[in-house]
Structure formats: structure tokens, C-alpha cells
Nanobody, 124 residues
Framework: QVQLVESGGGLVQAGGSLRLSCAAS????????MGWFRQAPGKEREFVST????????RYADSVKGRFTISRDNAKNTLYLQMDRLKPEDTAVYYC?????????????????WGQGTQVTVSS
């Protein structure tokens, strides 16, 4: 089973950028559909983005579409989330997750493995 470790979070001003990484252990990373979710204080965990095994298919939440870009490097066993034009409402703990389902997976219930999360704070 794959294990996931996120990094790249931090404090940034509104309008700035951050790049999150999710390093996966194991040799089967390329077989997983991957996703990013986030959870703000007092709120439910919400879908941010997902990418299929090859990187050829992606989906985004409407709230981040046009500002965030998901990508993966299967040779490096790493998932990325480039976040541009950040807003204070993007403040949350960001989690990467792995799913054995094919295609793209938008529901948290479809993911079986989660990282520990990385904090992103956007100041106004």
C-alpha cells in the first residue's frame, strides 16, 4: 500500500503562490488515481482536484478552477498542486490522497490512503 507525505505549505499573502508536493512510497504510485482535498477550521473536508494515473485527465473544484494546477511525475512518485492567485478563503489544511479506482475520483470516500496534511495560510 502506498504511503503519502505532503510538503510545501506555509504562509503567503493574498495573490501569491505556493506549490504543494506529495511524495509517495512504493513502486505502484503510477497505478493510483490521486487527489487533493482541504479542510478549513470548522468546515467539512472538501474536494480540490484529482488526476488520473497518467496525468491525462484532471478535474477541479469550481472554487479553484483557473488558479490551481494538479500534476504528477510518476518517475519521481510525486504529486503536485500549483496554487496561484491565492485567496484568504484558500486557507486550510491540504491533504493528498490515493485511490485504487480508475479515472478521476471526486468523492473523499473513494480514496483509501491519505497523507497527514500540510497547512496553507493566506493572509489578506
Amino acid at each position: 500500500q502506498v504511503q503519502l507525505v505532503e510538503s510545501g505549505g506555509g504562509l503567503v499573502q493574498a495573490g501569491g503562490s505556493l506549490r504543494l508536493s506529495c511524495a509517495a512510497s512504493g513502486r505502484t504510485f503510477s497505478s493510483y488515481t490521486m487527489g487533493w482535498f482541504r479542510q478549513a477550521p470548522g468546515k467539512e473536508r472538501e474536494f480540490v482536484s484529482t488526476i488520473n494515473w497518467s496525468g491525462g485527465t484532471t478535474r477541479y473544484a469550481d472554487s479553484v478552477k483557473g488558479r490551481f494546477t494538479i500534476s504528477r511525475d510518476n518517475a519521481k512518485n510525486t504529486l503536485y498542486l500549483q496554487m496561484d492567485r491565492l485567496k484568504p478563503e484558500d486557507t486550510a489544511v491540504y491533504y493528498c490522497a490515493a485511490s485504487i479506482r480508475s479515472g478521476v475520483v471526486l468523492a473523499a470516500a473513494g480514496y483509501s490512503t491519505w497523507g497527514q496534511g500540510t497547512q496553507v495560510t493566506v493572509s489578506s
